[in-house]
């Protein structure tokens, strides 16, 4: 094999500063502004309160020195009846070696075993600025054998869609949502925070206590499942 995989939750000892750092890079640089929601070493902190949240970084010798360089990575959500990706990256000056590849097929194969497997993605539309982008995403995923299963969530203005490796039925679908929704609240708490808030001023306003806001966007965070 010419890589090495290691998980954060259980190989800490063997992970550096710097390593961590080569993944901060990677995420920063792979991912869209409106999608990141706190850095790579504050996901850390929220995964040793909830080892559902886990962080893999692959390991490779891409110039072929004898070193090994963190080449890639994937934050995923651990359940014991699924494995759903968050974030996967990888390095794009190696993007020729499909290490981003590697790693998702491992997780999706591998780590997964009898569990069912989700993978999210924006969901092409028109307007978005990143259409071309979110279409050679979709590619990739068919590429290596994830579908849509018709189940979508929103997420703080942005419309994603769950791919699997297998079909799902759509009760589980909509069960394993609900899931990634707690969990996800739970890692992003500033967002929960912000959620609960603009609750308790809906809970006022329909008691007329604050008087008319009716023209104020108080769902503006929500999480809405979809198509389940």
């Not at 070696?97 to 924006?122: N, S």
């Not at 739970?186 to 308790?200: G, R």
């Amino acid at each position: 094999m010419d890589y090495e995989i290691l998980n954060y939750n259980t190989d800490k000892a063997k992970i550096t500063e710097n390593d961590l750092n080569d993944v901060e890079n990677i995420y920063q640089e792979s991912f869209p502004e409106n999608e990141k929601d706190m850095t790579i070493k504050e996901f850390i902190a929220k995964s040793e309160k909830d080892n559902r949240l886990q962080l893999l970084i692959m390991y490779a010798d891409p110039l072929e020195n004898g070193k090994k360089e963190v080449v890639a990575f994937d934050l995923i959500i651990v359940d014991k009846e699924f494995v759903y990706t968050i974030f996967l990256g990888s390095k794009k000056q190696y993007g020729i070696k499909g290490y981003g590849r590697k790693l998702g097929t491992y997780v999706r194969d591998e780590l997964t075993g009898d569990r069912y497997f989700f993978f999210i993605a924006e969901k092409i539309e028109d307007t978005a600025e990143n259409k071309e982008e979110r279409r050679k995403r979709k590619l990739f995923f068919h590429r290596n054998k994830l579908f849509e299963t018709g189940c979508e969530i929103h997420l703080d203005g942005v419309n994603f869609e769950f791919y699997s490796k297998g079909q799902i039925p759509h009760e589980d679908c909509l069960r394993f949502s609900k899931i990634v929704k707690e969990i996800y609240y739970n890692w992003t708490s500033s967002i929960f925070v912000e959620e609960m808030i603009l609750w308790y001023y809906r809970f006022c306003w329909e008691r007329k206590i604050y008087g008319n806001h009716k023209s104020r966007n108080w769902g503006l965070y929500s999480i809405n499942i979809r198509g389940c």
